[in-house]
């Protein structure tokens, strides 16, 4: 048995489950960081957990924080986070409550929205968007379309029999910045005091807030992305 394999073992178990997601970016991020000379087999201590006081987590009332990894030679702690696309996680579960609510085996749905849009948006709206799905969709007319009264810029397309369903949505990256810099604040509590705190979000092409098709549009969204926390940061009368 190799180093890790304890853990290695753990994470591919869990990717049968419902958390493979979260388990699969882990060991994504671990293949990455051992192709390395800083971070190899050796450098790593994974599953690290230390007291709530060396953390952010101690303003929360927590006793301990747990990193996904550690780099004893670099002094440098890890969080691994997937980032996904919580807009249309948040839709497709609106998507299942109305076919149970219709009782309606057979529908696929397809919606078209601003990627780049804030998910809270969606979050708050989702009682609104299940009851104007309810409401706005004619069991006897199968409408092909609905635009969204609810959310601007949101609509949906309908296939109730077998065929081919398109859609197209449009992405800026700066947009996608603005909107999502919170999700890096939501992780606030693996933030070290002690040391600096590195959080890698890990993007999969079928379950990603979106796919990025050019570096150049990733790399200025994850700049953006961090710019938007520390910038906004800097005025905020809070002690780190």
Not at 115 to 136: H, M, S, V, W, Y
Not at 138 to 151: E, G, K, Y
């Amino acid at each position: 048995m190799g180093p890790f394999a304890k853990e290695i073992c753990v994470a591919i178990n869990k990717i049968v489950t419902s958390e493979w997601d979260g388990a699969y970016a882990e060991l994504c991020a671990l293949g990455y960081f051992v192709a390395d000379a800083a971070t190899v087999l050796g450098n790593i201590v994974l599953d690290h957990t230390v007291p709530a006081s060396q953390t952010l987590a101690s303003e929360m009332g927590m006793q301990h924080a747990n990193h996904d990894m550690r780099f004893p030679s670099l002094g440098v702690s890890m969080d691994t986070k997937l980032l996904s696309d919580k807009a249309g996680s948040i839709l497709e579960g609106i998507f299942n409550d109305f076919r149970e609510a219709k009782s309606i085996e057979n529908l696929t749905v397809l919606p078209s929205y601003n990627p780049g849009e804030d998910f809270i948006t969606f979050q708050a709206n989702r009682q609104k968007l299940l009851d104007e799905l309810k409401q706005g969709v004619d069991l006897n007319v199968r409408p092909s379309m609905l635009v969204s009264q609810v959310i601007s810029g949101l609509s949906y397309k309908f296939a109730w029999k077998p065929g081919v369903l398109t859609a197209e949505n449009s992405y800026s990256p700066l947009e996608h910045a603005k909107n999502h810099h919170r999700l890096l604040s939501a992780h606030a509590k693996k933030f070290s005091t002690a040391e600096p705190t590195v959080i890698v979000f890990v993007i999969f092409p079928w379950t990603a807030e979106t796919v990025f098709p050019f570096d150049d549009l990733k790399k200025l969204f994850f700049k953006k992305f961090g710019d938007h926390l520390f910038t906004g940061y800097l005025s905020s009368p809070d002690p780190l």
